[in-house]
C-alpha cells in the first residue's frame, strides 16, 4: 500500500527524537525516535505496561499532571516545539485533542459538553456560533441525528458507544489537528467498536489520528501506520500492512502471533 | 463398599450439622443486631417522651385579662404601677389596703407587667384615655399552679402560692379571666430572671449571627484547604504533616478551641467578649477540619476522568476544578459543611471561655453585641431554681433539637438533589 499523503505532504505532523520518560527513577521509555504523517492513522500497539499510553500521553503533555514524571528528548508539532518548558499547553491541546479508555462525559447535558472547549477558549461569540460548532462537531463525529432531540440531557444517560463519539465531538470542537486516542475502544462492545472504528476512518482526512490499541486486528483495520513498542522501547515502526504480514523484528513477530503479550 | 457408603453418609451428616450451625450462627447475629438497634430506638423514644412531656408546656403560658383604665394623667406622670395597682383593686375590691396585702394581690401577675403596659401605651398611643382588655402574663408561682405543678392539698408554707392566691385564681377563672395561652414571648423575648417573661430569642439571633460568622469563615476556607490538599500540594513530608494535624485537630476537645480563642481573640486582637463575631471565630476553628476532611473525601471520589477530559481539551488545573471537580463534590462538601454546622450549633464548652454562657436580656442586633448561644441558654436555665425554668429548659432543647434536625434534613436533601451519577 503506497503511501500517497507521505508522498505529497512530506513533512511529518509529529516528530519525536530521542524521547525518553522517567516516572521518579523509573525510565518508561528509552530514546524514542518517530514521525508522524499528516493525515493518517498510526497505531501503537505493545504489551501491557510497554509505554504506548506514556508515548501517546507526551504528544499533548498530559505526562505533566503526573508529579513525578519528568521526559526529556525533542518533540515537534508542524515543526515548533512542544515538549519545551515554555510552550503552551492550553494552545498545544487546544491542538492536540484526546479521546479516553473511558468514555468520560461531564455530568453536563450532550450539549454543554461539546460546548465546553470553544466556550473555554473564546471560540464562539455568540449563541448562534456555539449551536452551529456544537452541531457540526456532533454530526462530524456521527452522533447527530441520535442525540439532535436531547442535546439538553445528561451525556452520561447516552449509551456507551455513543458517550464515547460524544467525546470524540467534544475534542474536535475545538477543532483540532491531531487526535489522540488512547484505547477508544477498550470498554465498548463489538458493535459499538465498528461504529468508531468506521468514525477513525472517515475522520482520518481531517485530522492526524494516533491511536493506542490492545486489539491488533483494530489496529490493523483502522491504521496506515504501526508502532511496536516492547518494554519501553520502540520496536519497530513501519506500514501496518508490513508490520502484520512480514515484520522484520522477530520480537513483532512473536507478539503479533499472539506468542506473548 | 459398605464402609465407603457408612463413611459417606457420617460426613453428609456432619456436613448438614456443619450447615445447620451456620444457619444458626447467622440468625443469632441477625437477632443481635436487631437488639442493638431497638435499644438504640429505646433511648431515643425515652429521651424525646421526656423532653417533650416536660418541654411542651414551656410554649404555653398561663395569661390573666386585666381589664385596665389607660388614665391620661397617670400615664404623662410615669405611673403604670398605680394603673396596675387600681386595676387588680377593681378586681378584687375586697384585698385589702395594707402595703403586704398590695404586694400579695401584684404577685398574681408578672412582675414585669408594669413594663407591658408602658410598651402597650408607646405603641399605640390611641389606646390613652380609653378602659381596655389586656391579657397580661401571670406570674411563675400562678402558672405553675394553673398547669398542675403545684399541689393545692399541701399546707400553704410548703407550697409557694398562698390560700388567699388560691382563691383569687378560682375567681378568676369562674370570670373566664385566666386562661393558658400560646406562649409568644418564649419567641420574641430574650432571657429574664422571672421564668414567666424568659424568652428564646436572644440566644436564637446570637446562635445565628455566631454561624453566620462560622459558615462565612469556615466553608470557604475549608474548601479551599481540601481543593488544594487534593489536587495542588505536592505530596512530600510537610503536606503530609499537616494532614495528619489537621486529622487531628478533628478530635481536640472544643474546650481547647475556646482556651485558644480566648488567649488569642480576645486578649492579643482584643475582639469584644461574649460577641458572635469572637464566639463564631472560634466555631470556625473547631468545625474548619471536619469541612476540610468531608470536601478531601468528596473530591477524592470524583473520578479524575471529568479532570482529565478538562485539562485534554485546554483547560488550566484551577478551571478543571472549579468547572468539574468541585461541582461534582458539591453534595459531600455541603453535607460535610452542614454536619460541621450542626456540631457548632450545639456546642456550648469553647463559648464558655468566650463569656457567650451569659444572661443576655437584649436580642442582639450586630456582630459585637453580647449574645449568648442556644445550648448555653439550655444550660444557663437547667441551672436555675425556679420550677417555671424547668419547662423553659426542655422548651429551649426542643427548638434546639428542632434546629438540628432542620439543618440535617437540609443535609439529606442537597445530597439527594446534587448527587449525579457517573
Redesign the interface.
Known amino acids: 500500500m503506497v503511501n500517497v499523503s507521505a508522498l505529497s505532504d512530506p513533512q511529518p505532523k509529529l516528530v519525536a527524537r530521542a524521547v525518553s520518560v522517567y516516572y521518579g527513577g523509573k525510565q518508561a521509555l528509552f530514546d524514542i525516535d518517530l514521525d508522524i504523517m499528516s493525515r493518517e492513522v498510526t497505531a501503537f500497539i505493545g504489551p501491557s505496561g510497554c509505554g504506548k499510553s506514556t508515548f501517546l500521553r507526551c504528544f499533548n503533555r498530559m505526562n505533566d499532571l503526573i508529579d513525578d514524571c519528568r521526559s526529556t528528548g525533542s518533540m515537534l508539532l508542524d515543526g515548533s516545539d512542544i515538549a519545551g518548558p515554555d510552550v503552551d499547553v492550553v494552545q498545544l491541546r487546544m491542538r492536540i485533542g484526546m479521546v479516553f479508555q473511558k468514555p468520560n462525559p461531564f455530568p453536563k447535558s450532550v450539549y454543554d459538553n461539546v460546548a465546553y472547549g470553544p466556550r473555554l477558549h473564546g471560540m464562539a461569540p455568540t449563541r448562534g456560533d456555539l449551536d452551529e460548532i456544537v452541531e457540526t462537531s456532533l454530526r462530524r463525529a456521527g452522533i447527530w441525528d441520535e442525540v439532535k432531540d436531547r442535546v439538553d440531557q445528561p451525556g452520561t444517560s447516552l449509551s456507551g458507544g455513543q458517550q464515547q463519539r460524544l467525546c470524540i465531538a467534544r475534542a474536535i470542537a475545538v477543532r483540532p489537528d491531531v487526535l489522540l486516542m488512547d484505547e477508544p475502544c477498550s470498554a465498548l462492545d463489538p458493535i459499538a467498536t465498528a461504529t468508531i472504528e468506521e468514525l477513525i476512518d472517515e475522520l482520518k482526512s481531517e485530522y492526524t489520528i494516533i491511536i493506542v490499541t490492545h486489539n491488533m486486528q483494530q489496529a490493523a483495520r483502522v491504521s496506515q501506520k504501526t508502532a511496536f513498542l516492547n518494554l519501553g522501547r520502540l520496536i519497530e515502526f513501519d506500514e501496518t500492512q508490513k508490520i502484520f504480514t512480514n515484520p522484520s523484528e522477530p520480537s513483532t513477530q512473536d507478539y503479533i502471533t499472539g506468542r506473548f503479550g | 463398599m459398605s464402609s465407603y457408603a457408612a463413611t459417606t453418609i457420617s460426613s453428609q451428616a456432619a456436613a448438614n450439622r456443619l450447615l445447620l450451625r451456620r444457619k444458626r450462627a447467622e440468625r443469632r447475629f441477625q437477632l443481635y443486631g436487631i437488639l442493638a438497634i431497638s435499644a438504640a430506638l429505646g433511648f431515643l423514644v425515652v429521651f424525646l417522651a421526656s423532653i417533650v412531656s416536660r418541654g411542651y408546656m414551656g410554649f404555653v403560658q398561663t395569661e390573666v385579662r386585666l381589664t385596665v383604665d389607660f388614665d391620661q394623667e397617670l400615664i404623662e406622670a410615669g405611673s403604670y404601677r398605680k394603673m396596675l395597682r387600681t386595676s387588680l383593686s377593681e378586681l378584687f375590691p375586697n384585698a385589702g389596703s395594707s402595703r403586704a396585702e398590695r404586694r400579695t394581690l401584684a404577685r398574681l401577675v408578672s412582675a414585669g407587667t408594669v413594663f407591658v403596659l408602658r410598651e402597650t401605651v408607646e405603641a399605640d398611643p390611641a389606646i390613652i384615655g380609653t378602659v381596655e382588655d389586656v391579657w397580661v402574663l401571670a406570674s411563675d408561682p400562678v402558672d405553675q399552679f394553673y398547669k398542675g405543678r403545684i399541689d393545692a392539698a399541701l399546707p400553704e408554707e410548703e407550697r409557694p402560692i398562698s390560700d388567699a392566691s388560691l382563691a383569687r385564681i378560682a375567681a378568676l377563672e369562674a370570670a373566664g379571666r385566666i386562661d393558658l395561652r400560646f406562649n409568644r414571648s418564649f419567641f420574641t423575648r430574650g432571657d429574664s430572671r422571672n421564668p414567666e417573661e424568659a424568652g428564646i430569642l436572644a440566644a436564637i439571633v446570637g446562635s445565628a449571627l455566631a454561624l453566620l460568622v462560622t459558615v462565612v469563615l469556615s466553608f470557604p476556607v475549608g474548601v479551599m484547604t481540601a481543593v488544594y490538599l487534593e489536587a495542588f500540594a ?2 512530600n513530608r510537610i503536606t503530609r504533616l499537616i494532614e495528619i494535624n489537621i486529622n487531628n485537630l478533628a478530635a481536640v476537645p472544643s474546650i481547647v478551641f475556646g482556651l485558644l480563642g480566648l488567649a488569642v481573640f480576645l486578649n492579643v486582637f482584643g475582639l469584644p467578649r461574649s460577641a458572635p463575631i469572637s464566639g463564631g471565630l472560634v466555631l470556625s476553628l473547631m468545625t474548619l477540619p471536619t469541612i476540610i476532611i468531608s470536601s478531601r473525601a468528596a473530591i477524592r471520589a470524583v ?1 479524575p ?2 479532570a ?10 484551577v ?1 478543571a476544578i472549579f ?2 471537580v468541585l ?2 463534590a458539591a453534595p459531600g462538601t455541603l453535607t460535610g459543611a452542614i454536619i460541621g454546622m450542626a456540631r457548632a450549633l450545639g456546642e456550648t464548652a469553647p463559648l464558655l471561655m468566650m463569656g457567650m454562657v451569659a444572661f443576655v436580656v437584649e436580642v442582639p442586633g450586630g456582630f459585637t453585641d453580647p449574645s449568648t448561644v442556644l445550648p448555653a441558654q439550655v444550660y444557663l436555665w437547667a441551672d436555675s431554681p425556679e420550677r417555671g425554668f424547668a419547662e423553659k429548659t426542655a422548651a429551649a432543647t426542643i427548638v434546639l433539637l428542632g434546629f438540628l434536625l432542620v439543618m440535617n434534613g437540609l443535609a439529606v436533601y442537597l445530597r439527594r438533589k446534587f448527587e ?3
Open positions: 505536592p505530596k473520578p476522568s471529568f482529565e477530559a478538562a485539562i485534554g481539551l485546554g483547560a488550566s488545573r478551571q468547572h468539574h461541582p461534582a449525579k451519577q457517573w
